[in-house]
């Protein structure tokens, strides 16, 4: 099946401190990707969605100035938490899809915020 | 709106008892998919099923089926003869049927399969 990899696995940064994650799609093209988010025991939070060149879509509740997402080409997506606090460690998992192609997962990224 | 439900939040059996985990879902799309994904410990999500709303077969892979009924919005999951390694979170998904859709995930049945 198709591979996606994440970058970061995972990350320990300071409090106020900017962490960017990339996703990329290995095998094929991704038009559109997705950001989630988990926090342990709970389940999958869409975040946003992306699609290459356009502006993300944000979920309610999600603040775009402090999760910002480039998709820029159709293989990479970024993720960069701003100011990150330790109420923003968590589990972000992206999701690339091609189209009919289906939806494929990343391994995740671990970040924790001291 | 897509919902998921995962009612049971945390099944433990003994070894090479069937469980099976429930998965109900509310969509108004005519067309979507579902899904099963297994996530252990590591935190890496495992693809185990996509089934399109037009396939209302069953299917068996190994241990696993699935069991999927649209008269009740429902698409169960069983696995026969539990061993320890299915030991994990198992989650339901829904999502449209265009590839710009999310998936929108079920809150998650924890399983512990006791030697």
């Known amino acids: 099946g198709a591979v996606v990899s994440q970058h970061p696995s995972w990350v320990i940064c300071k409090s106020g401190t900017s962490v960017k994650i990339e996703c990329r799609s290995l095998d094929f093209q991704a038009t559109t990707m997705f950001w989630y988010r988990q926090f342990p025991k709970q389940s999958l939070m869409l975040m946003a969605t992306?699609?290459?060149?356009?502006?993300?879509?944000?979920e309610q509740g999600v603040e775009k100035d402090k999760f910002l997402i480039n998709h820029a080409s159709l293989t990479l997506s970024t993720l960069t938490v701003t100011s990150a606090h330790p109420e923003d460690s968590s589990f972000y998992i992206c999701?690339?899809?091609?189209?009919?192609?289906?939806?494929?997962f990343g391994p995740g990224t671990r970040l924790t915020v001291l | 709106a897509q919902k998921v439900t995962q009612a049971q939040t945390e099944i433990s059996v003994v070894e090479k008892e069937d469980v099976t985990l429930d998965c109900v879902y509310e969509?108004?799309?005519?067309?979507?998919?579902l899904f099963w994904y297994k996530q252990p410990p590591s935190g890496e999500l495992v693809f185990l099923i996509r089934r399109n709303s037009f396939d209302e077969q069953n299917e068996i892979s190994g241990r696993y089926s699935w069991n999927f009924q649209k008269s009740t919005s429902s698409f169960n999951f069983t696995i026969t003869a539990s061993q320890v390694v299915d030991s994990a979170v198992y989650f339901c998904?829904?999502?449209?049927?265009?590839?710009?859709?999310?998936?929108?995930f079920g809150k998650g049945t924890r399983l512990s399969v006791i030697a």
């Open positions: 969509t108004r799309d005519t067309t979507y998919y």
């Open positions: 992306s699609n290459e060149g356009s502006k993300a879509t944000y």
């Open positions: 998904a829904l999502s449209g049927y265009s590839g710009n859709t999310p998936l929108v």
């Open positions: 999701s690339a899809s091609g189209g009919r192609q289906g939806w494929y």
